[in-house]
């Protein structure tokens, strides 16, 4: 098994073009899918509402990183969403990765992006 997965990451590395990108297709995109909000926002819904309050790509980064490191209702923006599908988990992931995913998150224009240009590059 621990084959498979360092087989998956080193594929999917070959099409990543950062590590935001690689470790958002990994990890992000099982519950937020980019343009529809099916079990969880989508990317376009919460980056929109985030980038409304944070235009500021630091301001974005440092928010979003802060809060998934450590999401709680107080500090969301989006509380219909919780109300919906619960409040994110925590992940697990550190302060610094979730800055590479916030940062890929913040550049990347999810509506121009094919839902299969994740892995088909």
Same mark, same amino acid.
């Given at each position: 098994?621990?084959?498979?997965?360092?087989?998956?990451?080193?594929?999917?590395?070959?099409?990543?073009?950062?590590?935001?990108?690689?470790?958002?297709?990994?990890?992000?995109?099982?519950?937020?899918?980019?343009?529809?909000?099916?079990?969880?926002?989508?990317?376009? !819904?919460?980056?929109?509402?985030?980038?409304?309050?944070?235009?500021? =790509? %630091?301001?974005?980064?440092? &928010?979003? #990183?802060?809060?998934?490191?450590?999401?709680?209702?107080?500090?969301?923006?989006?509380?219909?969403?919780?109300?919906?599908?619960?409040?994110?988990?925590?992940?697990?992931?550190?302060?610094?990765?979730?800055? !590479?995913?916030?940062?890929?998150?913040?550049?990347?224009?999810?509506? =121009? %992006?094919?839902?299969?240009? &994740?892995? #088909?590059?």
């Amino acid at each position: 098994m621990k084959y498979f997965w360092l087989l998956f990451f080193t594929l999917a590395s070959l099409h990543a073009s950062s590590a935001g990108e690689l470790y958002f297709s990994g990890n992000c995109i099982t519950c937020h899918h980019p343009t529809k909000t099916i079990s969880a926002p989508s990317v376009v !819904e919460f980056k929109k509402s985030y980038k409304n309050a944070f235009a500021d =790509k %630091k301001e974005f980064v440092t &928010y979003m #990183s802060q809060w998934v490191l450590k999401p709680t209702e107080g500090g969301s923006l989006m509380h219909d969403a919780i109300q919906k599908h619960g409040l994110m988990p925590e992940l697990g992931f550190d302060e610094e990765t979730l800055r !590479e995913i916030a940062a890929y998150i913040y550049d990347t224009d999810f509506t =121009k %992006k094919g839902e299969l240009d &994740y892995w #088909s590059r």
